[in-house]
């Protein structure tokens, strides 16, 4: 199980959240330049800046997590993911409620930037319910399936629409990967390393836990963005996922 992914270098399944500003985000590229692959940029920082914030990371020899949740209808969608390709984005998001002709457009146009533009591809990620909703909220848009449910019945929307994954808490992480198989991107956010500040997070899982729930990358912000030597804290993480067991 998980065989593709347990081969990758664990710093490769780390994703560094840079949810700052312009000059901090560069400033942290530069002191994990060399040590992480992955940055994750949000819509408050792209909204900011647009692609030339993703062009700079890029340049910095960075993978570009573009995280701007597509919800739109499919013709929109698709010149949305195109755009966010030509851009350099290596892994988009976009919501699986959309349903499944917006995530096989999304899919079609990030493929046809590929070809056009000559990037890679980028994997795309299907997000389920927000970890932000709970049953009463979800209740509250006339979903009446229980949580777990919804986010199995969007996840295999998503996988069956041609999705390379979904975005999941680590307590999902499990269920999902036996629901999609070895191959699914599941990329998780709300791991935090024993020890350090949970912050707004509830549902947390260590990145050794997250691993072995079934997770193929995690997203990880605060726990190193605002450590004292935020490449250390990266470097631990890597050690940590480096050991954790996956033989489940
Ligand atoms: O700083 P922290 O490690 O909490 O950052 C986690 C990142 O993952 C943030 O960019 C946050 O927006 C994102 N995220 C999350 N929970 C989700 C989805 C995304 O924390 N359910």
Redesign the pocket.
């Known amino acids: 199980m998980l065989e593709h992914f347990d081969r990758l270098d664990p710093a490769e399944r780390i994703i560094v959240?840079l949810?700052c500003d312009r000059a901090r985000a560069l400033d942290l590229a530069d002191t994990l330049s060399g040590h992480a692959r992955w940055l994750?940029i949000?819509m408050t920082l792209f909204y900011a800046l647009g692609p030339s914030i993703v062009n700079e990371l890029k340049s910095a020899g960075f993978k570009i997590f573009l995280?701007l949740k597509f919800h739109d209808i499919p013709h929109q969608v698709h010149g949305a993911a195109r755009s966010a390709a030509q851009a350099g984005a290596d892994m988009l998001t976009m919501h699986a409620v959309g349903g499944t002709k917006m995530m096989e457009e999304a899919i079609r146009g990030a493929e046809e930037a590929a070809g056009d533009f000559g990037c890679e591809t980028p994997v795309m990620l299907a997000i389920t319910v927000?970890?932000?909703m709970d049953q009463k909220a979800l209740e509250a848009t006339n979903v009446v399936l229980p949580v777990a449910d919804q986010v199995r019945s969007l996840a295999k929307l998503a996988q069956n629409a041609g999705a390379s994954g979904v975005?999941a808490?680590p307590q999902e992480a499990k269920m999902l990967r036996e629901l999609l198989g070895p191959d699914a991107y599941i990329v998780t956010?709300?791991?935090?390393p024993a020890g350090s500040a949970v912050?707004?997070?509830s549902r947390i899982a260590t990145p050794a836990q997250a691993i072995s729930n079934g997770a193929s990358h995690l997203?990880?912000?605060?726990?190193i963005?605002q450590a004292d030597d935020p490449c250390r804290a990266f470097l631990s993480i890597v050690d940590e996922v480096a050991g954790a067991s996956t033989d489940w």
């Open positions: 959240a949810d994750k949000g995280d927000l970890t932000s975005v808490s956010p709300g791991v935090r912050g707004d997070q997203v990880i912000g605060r726990p963005t």
